[in-house]
């Protein structure tokens, strides 16, 4: 059975900094485009930052940038984003989600993210708070 789960969600002051962690089991990570999404209650999710194995290619969106890192461990089947200077707008609920390994961006040597849909696999997020 495939599972994320995701941790390292809490409540930091503005300015601070979180690191979200997304562990697999049931499946690998290293051959599949990994997303991480953020929601917020009466929005919809957006997208925040997703590592393209196919080119190694990361994308960030506009409002991380600079701020926001994704890394990895295969050993521990485990993705990561390093969240820091959180803003008050940062808060939401972040997920990670994980392509199929058959996933084939529609092109290569740019970041880019995949469509909701394209995800197939999603944990259940952890919930970040920035308040001072």
């Known amino acids: 059975q495939r599972q994320f789960v995701e941790s390292g969600g809490g409540l930091v002051q503005p300015g601070g900094s979180l690191r979200l962690s997304c562990t697999a089991s049931?499946?690998?990570?290293?051959?599949?485009?990994i997303g991480w999404f953020r929601q917020v209650p009466g929005q919809e999710r957006e997208g925040v930052s997703c590592f393209n194995a196919e080119d190694g290619e990361v994308y960030y969106a506009d409002f991380v940038k600079g701020r926001f890192t994704v890394s990895g461990d295969n050993a521990k089947n485990t993705v990561y984003l390093q969240m820091n200077d959180l803003t008050p707008e940062a808060p939401g609920t972040y997920s990670c989600?994980?392509?199929?390994?058959?996933?084939?961006?529609?092109?290569?040597?740019?970041?880019?993210?995949?469509?909701?849909?394209?995800?197939?696999?999603w944990g259940r997020g952890t919930q970040v708070t920035v308040s001072s």
């Open positions: 049931g499946f690998t990570l290293d051959d599949r485009a």
């Open positions: 989600a994980a392509a199929p390994s058959s996933y084939v961006p529609p092109y290569s040597g740019a970041p880019y993210l995949p469509k909701l849909w394209e995800f197939d696999s």
